[in-house]
């Protein structure tokens, strides 16, 4: 066993969840399924290939559906890596992103926190100077 390939990502609506993530992420999907009357195999991730896929997987249960959004608790779920750190800040606030900080430098690069349209938090992270996206 070498790396993760998919982490499942709870959502309300497969077909929202899949126009949100192409849209904001850029993502593509990888794999959309009918498993059953109810459920899908929906894949989706960078269009490289590239670092690990989302599996989307709707609730079905009430359970399941209070968790939608807080997958880790509060803490930041997912870091999405950017290879234009300063294009994809300005193109995200653009689509309506909700950025819960400024952008700041770390000793590994640019970061910034933002909030998915379902609650989940996640981080931009890109090796440029965030003064440029400002």
């Known amino acids: ?28 999907v990888h794999a959309d399924r009918l498993l059953d009357a109810h459920k899908r195999w929906v894949v989706i991730g960078p269009a490289d290939g590239r670092g690990c896929q989302l599996l989307l997987a709707k609730a079905s249960t009430p359970a399941q559906g209070a968790h939608i959004g807080n ?10 890596h950017s290879d234009n750190f300063a294009h994809d800040y300005a193109r995200m606030r653009q689509l309506g992103v909700e950025f819960t900080e400024a952008p700041r430098q770390e000793a590994y690069g640019s970061v910034v926190k933002w909030r998915d349209r379902y609650g989940n938090m996640w981080d931009l992270l890109g090796a440029t100077d965030v003064s440029a996206s400002m």
């Open 71 to 80: 997958q880790t608790g509060g803490r930041v779920a997912f870091f999405l």
């Open 1 to 28: 066993m070498s790396y993760i390939a998919t982490v499942t990502l709870v959502v309300p609506d497969y077909d929202d969840a899949i126009a949100y993530y192409t849209a904001v992420c850029g993502f593509v």
